[in-house]
């Protein structure tokens, strides 16, 4: 298994980055990539079952859209829309669980919608797939400005530099002069290559003929002349796709920060002054934590 790297991303064009290291990639080993993708993750199916009956919510980065039937012991009670930027991936999320879906071919930083038109979202691995610290918060204010702001709920997940026993990924972490410096006492996570390997097929080759002695005139399949196919695999081929591996508290840290960008009061309701004149507008940070080798936090928007 090849090995994770360290790497910088180009500051000049990160779109052309992402479109080299993130998209390209996917649509090229969509089937393989679909193929290990099909379990749920235990908080994330837990949220989507904890939702009203009626929602109507956006997965932002539903790559093969195993999330789109969910919840499992409600089938149909909420209505997923999947959005991502791979054709091939979607063409997969399409016939997700079976029945037809919603999907749309569209990037996570463009907000395709009006604001707050949907009751939930989820967005899960797929923020740590942004090259720099704005497009990544850029990605959250769509998610936040993507749900109602009364009431609206939300799901992110990212890698974490934290890998547990089970991961085949051991994280380099930059201790040179040039890595970014803590804010707030919150590292700012790795930049690196997680490499994808994909076998490759050969051409099948002919086998050689050849004929039993004393056989001739035994008609058995087994005695005739065969000519049968060889098949190999060549080389695999490796994928090299860019990811920010996220530090302890760096998720909730940039949460807060596109909150804050949009003008939200950041806290629980119950327990925050609101203002004497108009609505006001927050978010609450309902958990936040870390499962098997990914960060989480669930966040909910509210309206006084």
């Not at 195993?66 to 930027?85: A, N």
């Not at 707030?184 to 390997?197: A, E």
């Not at 004393?214 to 005739?224: I, L, Y």
Request: with cysteine; glycine share 8%.
């Amino acid at each position: 298994m090849p090995n994770v790297k360290a790497t910088t991303v180009s500051a000049d064009d990160p779109q052309t980055y992402e479109d080299t290291h993130v998209h390209a990639i996917y649509d090229q080993i969509a089937p393989h990539f679909s193929s290990t993708r099909y379990k749920p993750w235990p908080i994330i199916a837990a949220f989507l079952s904890s939702l009203p009956t009626g929602w109507v919510g956006v997965d932002l980065g539903t790559g093969n859209g195993k999330y789109l039937p969910l919840p499992s012991d409600r089938p149909g009670s909420v209505w997923t829309v999947g959005l991502d930027r791979s054709r091939n991936l979607l063409d997969i999320a399409r016939r997700a669980g079976g029945a037809e879906r919603e999907v749309i071919l569209g990037d996570v930083l463009d907000g395709p919608w009006r604001a707050g038109a949907f009751d939930y979202a989820i967005s899960i691995a797929t923020i740590h797939h942004l090259a720099t610290p704005a497009r990544r918060k850029a990605a959250v204010k769509r998610l936040l400005e993507s749900i109602s702001p009364a009431h609206g709920r939300a799901l992110i997940y990212v890698w974490a530099i934290e890998q547990d026993d089970l991961s085949k990924r051991n994280i380099p972490v930059d201790s040179s002069d040039a890595s970014p410096e803590p804010r707030d006492g919150v590292s700012t996570g790795q930049d690196v290559f997680v490499p994808w390997v994909l076998a490759q097929p050969t051409e099948p080759k002919p086998k050689s003929k050849t004929r039993r002695k004393g056989k001739q005139d035994d008609t058995s399949q087994n005695d005739k002349d065969v000519v049968g196919v060889e098949g190999s695999l060549a080389a695999p081929k490796v994928y090299e796709r860019y990811y920010h591996m996220f530090a302890k508290g760096e998720l909730s840290e940039l949460v807060s920060d596109a909150a804050w960008d949009m003008g939200l009061r950041i806290g629980d309701p119950n327990v925050i002054t609101h203002g004497q004149q108009g609505s006001t507008f927050g978010v609450q940070i309902v958990q936040d934590g870390w499962e098997r080798s990914n960060y989480y936090v669930e966040l909910c928007r509210w309206k006084h």
